[in-house]
Structures are given as C-alpha cells and as structure tokens.
C-alpha cells in the first residue's frame, strides 16, 4: 500500500512562490508514476505535472516556464515548485501515483491514479 502525504500549501500573493512536497512511507517513489494534480472549486481536477521512474518530468500548458516537478529519491519526495504564481492557481492540490508499467499512457488524467495524498490548499491573492 503507497500511503502519499502532501504539504506545503498555504496563502500567497500574485507573482510570488510556493514549495508543495508530498512523501511516502515504505515504498520508494522511485518505482511509481507520480503526478500532481489540482482542483478548483466547481472545477474537474487537473493534472499539473507528472514524472516518470527516471524522474523525466513534464508540465501542463497552463503551468509550463513558471512551476517545476522534481523528485529527491534520497528523501524519498516528490516537489512542486511554484513560482510566478497567478490567482487562477488558487486550488486544492493533490501529490498522485499509481504503479503500472506505462508511466505515460493516460498521465493527464486522474482516474489513472490509484494512490492519492490528502491535499493541500493552495490559494493566491491579487
């Protein structure tokens, strides 16, 4: 069982950053498909980022050039780095993962995931 817990969310202001980092206890993120995804309210969830087992990440058009995945396989964590960030980003943002072969077929969106951190709320102001 991949148990996923997120953090780093909080208030921000318009143009500033953010670090959200999601961890896993006793199984290496190394051996599973990761992404983040978020939600707004109202809004279906979107996927933001994803990284492969090599750590290959890639980015959703809305965020690419201002927020950046990255995994450290020594903390076992995974990283959403956040900067420029813009009102529309205000959203619930969730660390998920599941471990099929395939990290890249269907990536983008969440029904492929079967593990699925708590959240963490993530809210920009003008």
Not at 24 to 48: D, H, N
Not at 58 to 64: M, T
Request: overall charge positive.
């Amino acid at each position: 069982q991949l148990q996923l817990v997120d953090s780093g969310g909080g208030s921000v202001q318009a143009g500033g950053s953010l670090r959200l980092s999601c961890t896993a206890s006793r199984y290496p993120l190394s051996s599973a498909c990761m992404a983040w995804f978020r939600q707004a309210p109202g809004k279906e969830r979107e996927g933001v980022a994803t990284i492969d087992r090599a750590g290959n990440p890639r980015h959703s058009d809305s965020v690419k050039g201002r927020f950046t995945l990255s995994r450290d396989d020594d903390k076992n964590t995974l990283y959403l780095q956040m900067n420029s960030v813009k009102p529309e980003d205000t959203a619930m943002y969730y660390c998920a993962a599941h471990v099929r072969y395939d990290c890249y077929l269907d990536s983008w969106s969440s029904a492929s995931y079967k593990y699925w951190g708590q959240g963490t709320q993530v809210t920009v102001s003008s």
